[in-house]
């Protein structure tokens, strides 16, 4: 049974920094590619970032040299790393594990 528990989130000033983390169980998780998605109160679920098992990675125009995703196959994580927050980038954030397993989310509040 595939699990995956988001932390991190929180509470930020505009400019600020936030590392997310998603642990994940369950699977080899170095085989399967990772992404990171988000949803804004009364809007879709978008995607953020992804990661390949090799390390090849993809943005949404929307963070592209503000956020990065990085992966830590010893410690089956997934990271998100976001720099120069702003309030459009408030929202419920969301890690998927390649194959449509979904955790519970990590909300991002960006507000001054």
């Known amino acids: 049974q595939v699990q995956l528990v988001e932390s991190g989130g929180g509470l930020v000033q505009p400019g600020g920094s936030l590392r997310l983390s998603c642990v994940a169980s369950?699977?080899?998780?170095?085989?399967?590619?990772m992404a990171w998605y988000r949803q804004a109160p009364g809007k879709g679920r978008e995607l953020v970032a992804g990661?390949?098992?090799?390390?090849?990675?993809n943005y949404a125009d929307s963070v592209k040299g503000r956020f990065t995703i990085s992966r830590d196959n010893a410690k089956n994580t997934v990271y998100l790393q976001m720099n120069s927050l702003q309030p459009e980038d408030t929202a419920h954030y969301y890690c998927?594990?390649?194959?449509?397993?979904w955790g519970q989310g990590t909300q991002v509040t960006v507000s001054s």
């Open positions: 990661i390949t098992s090799g390390g090849s990675t």
């Open positions: 998927l594990l390649q194959g449509g397993h």
């Open positions: 369950g699977r080899s998780f170095s085989l399967y590619a």
